[in-house]
């Protein structure tokens, strides 16, 4: 059996609905991402995130992603839906992540001569740093990887890894960078915003498969 310091925890983001959820935990997410940002095909609104919640079984996470919202946006989303994390995905400074009180992890977009010591350091509140591929169009979930190279060991924060990650590749990048935890969402779909349980079932296995050795 796999201790819990070796394990790798999986983060299923982009979910749209109460199946999908139920799926992904069953198959044994250990959190799902809800995205409040409307631009993306992603995306979800208060009643349904709270429809997401409400099926999710105990100990799995409920994460709120937002891109450069205000406060009073984020404040609407936690008077509405009973979110445990949140996620930021934007320019946000340390200080507007801290306000809402809730844990927060910040992302981190890997372009040209980021420094991951210097985003640990100015995000020292931050319960993790998550690793994501750089498009200056797109805050995210842009199907794409980035050189795993460029993970240092030694951040000091926790590294959630994401950005084109699939049952294809997430094995090796887990080998490659042992991250804390790893997070994904076109890799497992079927179509942007519906998850494929195959899909997921797969990615599952992959992880399992090097967290066992």
Same mark, same amino acid.
């Given at each position: 059996? %796999? ?7 999986v983060?299923i983001c982009? /979910?749209t609905?109460?199946?999908d959820a %139920?799926n ?9 991402? %809800?995205?409040?940002?409307a ?6 609104d &208060? ?5 997401v919640i409400?099926?999710l079984?105990?100990f799995v996470?409920a ?5 450069n &919202? ?5 404040r609407?989303? %936690?008077d509405a ?6 996620q930021?995905h934007?320019d ?6 801290e306000?809402f009180?809730?844990?927060? /992890?910040k992302a981190v977009?890997m372009r040209a001569?980021?420094?991951?010591h210097d985003?640990a ?6 319960k993790?740093l998550?690793?994501d591929?750089y ?6 979930g842009?199907?794409t ?10 951040t ?5 890894l ?5 049952? &294809?590749?997430v &094995?090796e990048? /887990?080998?490659?960078v042992?991250?804390?935890a ?9 179509a942007?915003?519906?998850k ?10 992959e992880?399992?498969s090097?967290?066992a050795s």
């Amino acid at each position: 059996m %796999l201790s819990e310091a070796n394990r790798t925890r999986v983060k299923i983001c982009g /979910i749209t609905s109460p199946e999908d959820a %139920l799926n992904a935990a069953r198959l044994g997410a250990d959190a799902i991402g %809800l995205v409040f940002y409307a631009p993306s095909p992603r995306s979800v609104d &208060a009643p349904g995130a709270r429809a997401v919640i409400q099926v999710l079984p105990p100990f799995v996470t409920a994460v709120g992603l937002f891109v450069n &919202a205000t406060p009073e946006e984020i404040r609407a989303a %936690l008077d509405a839906v009973p979110l445990d994390l949140l996620q930021f995905h934007g320019d946000e400074p340390p200080v507007d992540c801290e306000r809402f009180d809730r844990p927060y /992890i910040k992302a981190v977009p890997m372009r040209a001569g980021v420094d991951l010591h210097d985003w640990a350091r100015r995000y020292g509140s931050a319960k993790a740093l998550l690793v994501d591929s750089y498009r200056p169009d797109v805050p995210g979930g842009t199907g794409t990887s980035f050189d795993w190279s460029r993970v240092p060991m030694d951040t000091g924060k926790p590294i959630i890894l994401a950005g084109g990650l699939s049952p &294809a590749n997430v &094995a090796e990048a /887990i080998r490659r960078v042992r991250p804390y935890a790893v997070d994904v969402s076109g890799g497992v779909e079927a179509a942007k915003g519906v998850k494929d349980v195959d899909k997921m079932a797969a990615f599952f296995r992959e992880v399992n498969s090097v967290t066992a050795s």
